[in-house]
């Protein structure tokens, strides 16, 4: 349940439409709905603009088919998370609509044309960072966000950088994914004028340690304004920036 859904329960209310009980019994499953292998937060939604997001490593194909069901009673727009091909075959059993991003690894139930705003823009080093680019790229649409990306533009050929600089610039939000060295992130911190979030990613040889080195040059940048989330955290990345963006646009 979101505001508009809140309002228009009250409304009801107000015009006899729907009586105490049955209000009530909506009204009861708000805070969260206890289901024994999981406590699912319906009331998220009211206080943080968006619905509880599954992640789907760890958790049986049953658990995620359930949570998806419980949530979609009340949720557009439901993101789960590092799913692979059998976990969307799992969401498309249930029968609900849903759209598979396969680089991005998330399934979208119920996927809503909701208005995008602003300007968020995903920068990744190399192709091998456009996976966990694009689970940011993905959350940040999917949360009503207008998205760029601009891929494959990495330190070591720095002029393809600076021939997408304007689009930078627009941007109310930043997302720089990388691995290697992670030096890209400190590089467009020194060009941009709002936040830049660094995600560092697992892509490297073996002196980069998994993307503990990215992660910690990123944590080490003299740019101001770089800050940085988890290693391959594109969800992350993407969640935050979409906070920054809708701040940045509200009227």
Known sequence: ??????????????KGDIGVDAAMEILKRLPFEDIGFARIDHHRCIRNGAP??????????????????????????????????????????????????????????????????????????????????????????????????????????????????????HANA????????????SVVGGLVSCPVIGVPTSVGYGASFGGIAALLSMLNSCASGVSVVNIDNGFGAGYQASIINHLATRH
Not at 1 to 14: A, P, Y
Not at 174 to 185: N, P, Y
């Open 174 to 185: 930043t997302v720089v994914v990388a691995g290697m060295e992670g030096a890209l992130a």
């Open 52 to 169: 509880e997001v599954i992640y789907c490593e760890g958790k049986t194909l049953f658990q995620i088919q359930e949570i998806v069901r419980r949530l979609a009673t009340y949720h557009p727009n439901i993101l789960a998370t590092r799913a692979s091909h059998a976990v969307y075959e799992a969401i498309q059993d249930t029968q609900l609509p849903c759209v598979y991003h396969d680089m991005a690894r998330i399934v979208v139930i119920q996927p809503d044309d909701i208005e995008k705003i602003g300007q968020i823009v995903v920068v990744s080093a190399g192709t091998s960072d456009m996976p966990v680019a694009e689970e940011a790229a993905v959350t940040a649409e999917t949360l009503g966000n207008q998205v760029k990306r601009l891929y494959d533009v990495g330190v070591a050929g720095i002029h393809r950088l600076l021939s997408v600089w304007d689009d930078l610039s």
């Open 1 to 14: 349940m979101d505001n508009d859904q809140l309002k228009t329960l009250i409304e009801k209310i107000q």
